[in-house]
């Protein structure tokens, strides 16, 4: 205390001769943490609700109203869903995140003017981790903030074009033709296939060779050290559960905690991974006409020394045209840019890192998408059937083969994935946090609120895309919905498994194009049943954040003569 008092303050604290000095009282004072001050701590953002007038939920101490999901009994998309389900006569209303103040809107119009009009203002999510802690989810593309995120998502944006996810279409194709002859390997003993394993298997292979040019490998070796890894990302023990309960909701408590969602050795794999791969091409340097020279430097790897491609790429003169292969021209122009005094702000970890997003991104997402459809279709074989002569018919004048453009007319398919996606969106909410004080509409109409800078928002798209008032009977799995007609009647922001706005999900065209292709050639093959292990209804996991089974999904595939 003296040493504090004198180096701090330049004053003499005077506790070690006079043990009831003025000073000491003080300090101890601030020091002692009773229990009515450390409640005080934890509650003290508890009046804010009430200070605006805005109608809340109770919170109770340390967990506001977050109990259940702290304890894992339900997943916090079915938290929101219960508070905008209880709360449909309010535009919105005011929950709390552990201490964090936080608003759920149920208004469609403060929906679009958070998602759209005003999305400059709500431009960053509030999910953030720790880039010390978790460096490759930390700096990756659906992590980043402001600036930061901007500049990298424009550059990553070409590889999402229409034109670009036409290129990959026979990397997908190929993956959906292995997936059918592994589950001819499956049943062929006639055995059911374990759905769940089945489509994660094919959209982890369709990622690594679309993400990084490899073969992943997983459909036929479900050893390979890159599903044991990937799979591992989703594989939510109670720590993973909280980790990602902490990075939505509290970022706080993720870095307090040390609390990360990539493990270190999935981190160093990821790294390893990229960059051998980077390495590899630039060393056969066949893929880069515009791509002169790229220094790496990977954690823990020593630095490789510039390599020259040009020459090289003219001598082949061909590109595969993958995400990768767009991070390499955006690793260039950044060393460009650093060359020509213009500052860079990426390093190693942040190409790693959205390499990993994507991973992340666009196998969980797709493969329960797919899950989802195909355990739909199996519980509704008229559907089934439908979606199949549509197929048949559209194929037949291309002696049966698909392409990405006739994927495109299959649109009774589109409905039934459309309203896969109703049913079950795999991310039940978007957040997003306001970057400066905001005016909302009074919660009674008389006039207007401000949202403090800084309040987190949650839209619970699975409560929207569920609601009785938009979607009459919304368990029943009706792809009529989505007829043009329908569709022409009802507000787009109805319908949102993909986000909305600006920062809405940049793979969505590929992410699309991945499911049909899976679900064109199973239904080809096979028509798919529920067997005495399916379970009907499904349970969702509460530990995971997305929509997800606890269950692999047990179905049987009967071979089509
Ligand atoms: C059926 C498949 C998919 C679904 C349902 C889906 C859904 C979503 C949703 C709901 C968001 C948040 C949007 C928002 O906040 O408004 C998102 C963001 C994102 N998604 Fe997807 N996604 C899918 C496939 C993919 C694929 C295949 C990729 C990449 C290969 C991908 C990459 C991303 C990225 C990078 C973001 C963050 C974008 C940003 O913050 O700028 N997604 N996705």
């Not at 709390?96 to 936080?102: A, L, R, V």
């Not at 899950?371 to 979606?387: G, K």
């Amino acid at each position: 205390m003296d040493v504090i008092a004198s180096c701090a303050l330049g004053i003499d604290g005077n506790s070690l001769e006079n043990p009831d000095s003025e000073y000491k009282k003080y300090i101890e004072c601030i020091v002692d943490f009773s229990i009515r001050k450390g409640l005080a701590c934890l509650t003290m953002n508890f009046n804010l609700w009430k200070k605006l007038d805005i109608p809340y939920l109770k919170p109770i101490p340390f967990v506001g109203n977050l109990k259940d999901t702290v304890l894992q009994k339900t997943n916090i998309g079915l938290f929101l869903k219960k508070v905008y389900d209880e709360n449909q006569d309010k535009p919105y209303v005011g929950i709390f995140c552990f201490d964090q103040p936080c608003l759920v809107v149920v208004d469609l119009e403060l929906v679009k003017n958070i998602l759209i009009k005003d999305s400059h203002i709500f431009i960053d999510r509030v999910v953030r981790a720790d880039e010390k802690v978790d460096p490759i989810m930390g700096k990756s593309l659906g992590l980043l903030k402001g600036r930061r995120w901007r500049h990298v998502r424009t550059k990553l944006e070409p590889s999402f074009s229409a034109g670009k996810t036409k290129k990959m279409f026979e990397q997908v194709e190929a993956c959906a033709t292995q997936l059918t002859r592994m589950l001819e390997e499956t049943t062929a003993d006639g055995s059911s296939v374990l759905v769940k394993d089945a489509t994660m298997r094919y959209t982890m292979d369709v990622i690594a060779s679309c993400a990084l040019g490899i073969d992943g490998n997983s459909l036929e070796n479900p050893d390979s050290e890159y599903r044991k890894y990937l799979a591992g990302i989703m594989d939510f023990s109670i720590r993973k559960g909280l980790a990602s309960l902490t990075m939505f909701v509290c970022p706080a408590l993720q870095s307090f905690f040390k609390l990360r969602f990539v493990e270190e050795d999935t981190s160093e794999f990821l790294r390893r991974l990229v960059w051998t791969t980077v390495e590899y091409r630039l060393t056969h340097a066949v893929y880069f006409a515009n791509v002169t020279e790229v220094r790496i430097v990977s954690p823990g790897r020593k630095a490789h020394a510039d390599q020259p491609a040009a020459g090289l790429a003219q001598k082949h003169g061909s590109e595969r045209n993958d995400f990768l292969d767009r991070l390499i021209e955006l690793m260039n122009q950044e060393k460009m840019d650093a060359s020509n005094g213009t500052k860079t702000t990426m390093d190693s970890d942040d190409y790693v890192a959205q390499v990993f997003f994507f991973l992340l991104a666009g196998f969980e997402t797709s493969s329960t998408t797919l899950c989802f459809s195909l355990y739909e279709l199996a519980l509704h074989p008229d559907i089934q059937q439908r979606v199949r002569e549509e197929i048949a018919r559209v194929l037949a004048p291309h002696q049966n083969k698909l392409t990405y453009d006739n994927l495109q007319e299959l649109h009774y398919l589109d409905m039934v994935v459309a309203e896969a996606q109703r049913k079950y969106p795999i991310l039940p909410f978007l957040d997003r946090r306001c970057e400066r004080d905001y005016e909302i509409p009074d919660p009674h109409g008389s006039g207007t609120v401000i949202l403090p800078a800084g309040t987190a928002v949650y839209i619970p798209i699975i409560g929207i895309q569920n609601n009785p008032k938009y979607f009459p009977n919304p368990e029943h799995f009706d792809p009529e919905r989505f007829s043009k007609e329908n569709k022409r009647n009802r507000s787009n922001l109805l319908h949102i498994p993909f986000g909305e706005g600006p920062r809405k999900c940049i793979g969505k065209r590929f992410g699309s194009m991945q499911v049909k292709t899976g679900l064109v050639h199973i239904l080809s093959k096979y028509e798919v049943a529920p067997c005495k292990d399916t379970p009907i209804p499904l349970i969702l996991d509460p530990k995971v954040f997305t929509l997800a089974t606890k269950d692999k999904i047990p179905m049987t595939f009967i071979r089509r003569t």
